[in-house]
């Protein structure tokens, strides 16, 4: 049995800096205090700002200087209607009440900014946390990092493939400390998962299932508030668009033109095509990273994705169901399900040769499967089967303070190998990138291109070449740091498989 595999080796992430924790004081600034500076003061930026802000208060090296929104913002109180009770809720967010919470100065211009490129620009900010909308992350995780900064970045991190190849070599280049926010990366049963399986418990695995499901009868991500305050006069419309910026090759956003101003483009881009994937991108983005890096799997070979608009026809333009098939030149295919009609979940499974792989909340559960005596579970069984053994792994209390535990202990120690460092996103990311631009190319299959990274014309030989890897009796591929052995990758042809063979100028293959 091979040893257990090192965290911070997990799918090859970079090599430690040279920078040693005892250097880090000249760095980090006055007192060993990391300076954090925030790009996006929305919902999902208030819970890291509130998580900063106790950090500072608690003493644990990170102090809030500047502040970046393209909307002046709103503080107030409002109702909220919603399964016939009315919940009066507290609503700060954008940039003036962000700057307040941490006792910065709205006037003061050099530190609450709508132009990120300010808060970059200050030799007084350490790190920066990146939580705008999704269209702005790529670019903003590369100037960042060539601006010196240390960055934690909201998922998804991109928007394109090619973007991710922009971002991961930004951060290999720089040698910055980089996490991307998908939290659920502080568990460690996916790294359990990992050993298990590239030590061959499952043999080899040919199948694996994923999905992130929601239900809002008001139509998802239509809670996000719509406030009389959100007007061309308080939001920086034209930045928030980027159109006039260009990343890997393509202008970030529409222009005005293209998507005029609009309250719940603003507050729920989302829903928008232009700006986001939906469920594709925002949802599917977790689960997925997850999933491959469970599997120890890259980039895949190919995607399929089919969606569409089933249910939530309220102006949205992005897919309320969608169903994305990825196969990998290793030899295995998953599926991922994205849904936000439903809230019921599917199974996070791993198939195998030899088992099965089961996630549970706490761990994972393992079944035997036993190639040698033909189908083990029966279909439609009354009754979930019994696991023939379990993997007990303690989850985080909180997986977003978890990641930002980690995150700041690896900005200390000038480690890259934080829980989701840009190599492992950009994997999860493209899967859901390719996801998208197939389902906009009418369920056409988007191929990768491994060497030179990047989309790859559609193919028509995909099939053509499994069938000729089973002509040649060739085995399947491994996935990284394999170390099983061939019980599970093996074929055991029963004895007449022999007299099979085609019939050449009447002659019989067997003799």
Known sequence: MAPPLDRRKFLGTAATLSLPASSYAAVAGSNDRLRVGFVGCGGRA????????????EGKGVVPVAVCDVWDGLDDEYDVVFGGKTTRRKYSQGLYPSARKFGLDPADAGRVTKDYRRVLDRA???????????????KMTVDAVRAGKDVLVEAPFVRRAEEAVAVVDAWRHTG????????????????????AIRTGTLGHVGHAQTGAFRNDARGQWRYYRLAREMTPRTVDWDRFLGHRVEFAGKPLGPSPKELPFDRAAFAQWRCVRELSGGPLSDLLCHPVTHMVAALGVREPARVTAGGGIVLEADGRSVPDVATVVADYDEGLQLVATAATVSGFPTDELVRGRLGALRFVRGGFQLFRDDPHRGASYPARSPRSPEPTSVVTVEPPRNETEALWENFLECVGARRQSTFCPPDLAAVGATVCAMAEASVWAGNAPVYWDRERREVAAASGDWAERWVKRSAGRTPPGTIAGWSGSDSGRTLFPPADQKLAGSWKNGRDPAG
């Open 176 to 195: 910055r400390v980089v996490t991307v926010g998908v939290q659920g990366m502080a568990d460690a049963v996916w790294v359990r998962a990992f050993d």
């Open 46 to 57: 208030q819970a890291h700002i509130d998580l900063v802000a106790r950090f500072a208060r």
């Open 124 to 138: 007084d900010v350490d790190v920066v946390v990146i939580a705008t909308p999704d269209h702005w992350h790529g």
